[in-house]
Nanobody, 116 residues
Framework: QVQLVESGGGLVQAGGSLRLSCEAS????????MSWYRQAPGKQRELVASITRGGSANYGDSVKGRFTISRDKAKNTVYLQMNSLKPEDTAVYYC??????????WGQGTQVTVSS
């Protein structure tokens, strides 16, 4: 089992920044990749960013150039630095981990609200 605990969400004005954290615990060997997804009201969940064990990252088109995903292997933690936030970034952000290429784990979600 893998547990994912997110933190760092909140309310911020447009143009501001937030950093989300996701700490993984449990049987974390063979987790690859770890990702952030988000879901806004009435919309489908979408990939925000993903990072492999080797450090390769990819991003959703809507956040490229504004968000940065990183990981601290020693702390088993993945971060999402969000800059130049827009009202359309408002959503619940979920941490995601894939274990052994087939078992999916999700965090409980953290709310990010960007006011205009």
């Amino acid at each position: 089992q893998v547990q994912l605990v997110e933190s760092g969400g909140g309310l911020v004005q447009a143009g501001g920044s937030l950093r989300l954290s996701c700490e993984a615990s449990g049987t974390i060997l063979s987790i690859n990749p770890m990702s952030w997804y988000r879901q806004a009201p009435g919309k489908q969940r979408e990939l925000v960013a993903s990072i492999t064990r080797g450090g390769s990252a990819n991003y959703g088109d809507s956040v490229k150039g504004r968000f940065t995903i990183s990981r601290d292997k020693a702390k088993n933690t993945v971060y999402l630095q969000m800059n130049s936030l827009k009202p359309e970034d408002t959503a619940v952000y979920y941490c995601y981990a894939l274990k052994s290429g087939r078992v999916e784990y999700w965090g409980q979600g953290t709310q990010v609200t960007v006011s205009s």
